[in-house]
């Protein structure tokens, strides 16, 4: 028996799936990533994060229900990946001057994943005609944007520059 083809169509659900567990996992993850911040600047803007987060979430429960499917979570492999990594940061830096440079390097490799995600899924969502959908995504993408330029901006003034002092 021939084996049903994968459309467009499957390959969105099985992304939107995929970034939902992402933003999942993110939700449990910013708030230890806040506790560990030595800078009242980062753990600001990771606490800000989370909030703009849920927010997210919400958007995608949407995008879901448009597109006709309960919201479900795929494991995702890549922002397992990452979160270790910034879990390995907060273990082997604790305490240390370049503790913030590393935990701000963590998240932004999740905001570039989840750019990413979110772009291409802005992307098919259109393509598949569901521009309600398209413009959820493109206001979820906006955020990530925001919050990688503005992690970029706190790297540059306040938090690589406290990594190269002595304590």
Not at 24 to 32: C, E, F, G, Q, S
Not at 82 to 92: F, N, S, V
Not at 104 to 114: G, S, T
């Amino acid at each position: 028996m021939a084996k049903k083809p994968k459309l467009l169509a499957d390959l969105f659900h099985d992304t939107l799936k995929d970034i939902y567990f992402a933003e999942k996992t993110i939700l449990k993850t910013l708030p230890k990533m806040a506790k560990s911040a030595q800078s009242k600047e980062l753990k600001a803007a990771f606490v800000k994060h989370e909030r703009e987060t849920r927010g997210q979430v919400k958007r995608l429960d949407q995008v879901f229900k448009i597109f006709g499917k309960k919201p479900q979570a795929k494991k995702c492999e890549a922002i397992m990946g990452i979160t270790k990594e910034g879990a390995e940061i907060m273990t082997e830096f604790k305490g240390m001057p370049a503790l913030d440079a590393g935990l701000l390097a963590a998240a932004q490799a999740v905001e570039h994943y989840e750019m990413s995600r979110y772009g291409t899924l802005r992307t098919w969502a259109e393509e598949l005609g569901m521009p309600e959908a398209a413009a959820l995504l493109e206001a979820t993408l906006k955020e990530e944007k925001a919050t990688d330029s503005a992690l970029t901006t706190l790297a540059k003034s306040v938090v690589n520059i406290e990594a190269e002092a002595d304590l």
